[in-house]
């Protein structure tokens, strides 16, 4: 069975910083791309960032593109999400996802039960 269970979130003033981790099992992480999406208040769901697998290639939506830094750690089949430089908009609840982004859009993909990441002064 599949688990994603992501951890870190919390309040924090704009410009400040957050880590995000998700401990993942049920399937071989260090084959399968791995994405933090978002659910913004009253929105839908938002793709963040995408890592792969073979390559470690990395790829950001352009809103949080020189601010957020996904990576992971295959040994301890761990995702990460370094959030920097936030800003109120950066308010939602983050989910981690098996897959990239064609299968965000593709709306098949397993996700844990996110971690709410609130930005406020």
């Keep these: 069975e599949v688990q994603l269970v992501e ?3 919390g ?3 704009p410009g400040g ?3 995000l981790s ?3 099992s049920g399937f071989t992480f260090s084959t399968a791309s791995m994405s933090w ?3 913004p208040p009253g929105k839908g769901l938002e793709w963040v960032s995408t890592i792969k697998t073979h390559d470690g290639e990395t790829s950001y939506t352009d809103s949080v593109k020189g601010r957020f830094t996904i990576s992971r750690d295959n040994t301890k089949d761990t995702l990460y999400l370094r959030m920097d430089d936030l800003k109120p908009e950066d ?3 983050y989910f981690c996802m098996r897959g990239d982004d064609v299968e965000f859009y593709s709306g ?3 996700r844990g039960r996110g971690t709410r990441v609130t930005v406020s002064s």
């Design 108 to 110: 098949r993909y397993y």
């Design 11 to 13: 309040m924090v003033q």
């Design 17 to 19: 910083s957050l880590t």
């Design 37 to 39: 999406i978002r659910l």
């Design 22 to 24: 998700c401990a993942a």
């Design 91 to 93: 308010t939602a609840r």
């Design 7 to 9: 951890s870190g979130g």
